[in-house]
């Protein structure tokens, strides 16, 4: 089994910045590829940026320049850089662990942006 716990949510104004952290514990070292998945209110859960075990990345269109996923596989944590925030990125942020047989969620942590 794999834990993970995020943290560094908040409240920001709009072009401001925040930085994400998700540290996994447990069987840590099942794990391949990370990420960040956010689901506003009334939408659904969708990718915000993956990263893999080799450091490949990928990100959504909407975050695109703005938003850096980072991984350090030594203390097994996972961060997302958050820069010049808008609105519209106002939800709960998930992160994500992927095992070859299994997926893993933490329990979220909100950002909210006022504009």
């Known amino acids: 089994q794999v834990q993970l716990v995020e943290s560094g949510g908040g409240l920001v104004q709009a072009g401001g910045s925040l930085r994400l952290s998700c540290a996994a514990s447990?069987?840590?070292?099942?794990?391949?590829?990370m990420g960040w998945y956010r689901q506003a209110p009334g939408k659904q859960r969708e990718l915000v940026a993956t990263?893999?075990?080799?450091?490949?990345?990928n990100y959504a269109d909407s975050v695109k320049g703005r938003f850096t996923i980072s991984r350090d596989k030594a203390r097994n944590t996972v961060y997302l850089q958050m820069n010049n925030l808008k609105p519209e990125d106002t939800a709960v942020y998930f992160c994500?662990?992927?095992?070859?047989?299994?997926?893993?969620w933490g329990q979220g942590t909100q950002v909210t942006v006022s504009s």
């Open positions: 994500n662990a992927q095992s070859w047989t299994s997926t893993y």
């Open positions: 447990g069987s840590a070292f099942r794990i391949n590829a």
């Open positions: 990263i893999t075990s080799i450091g490949s990345t």
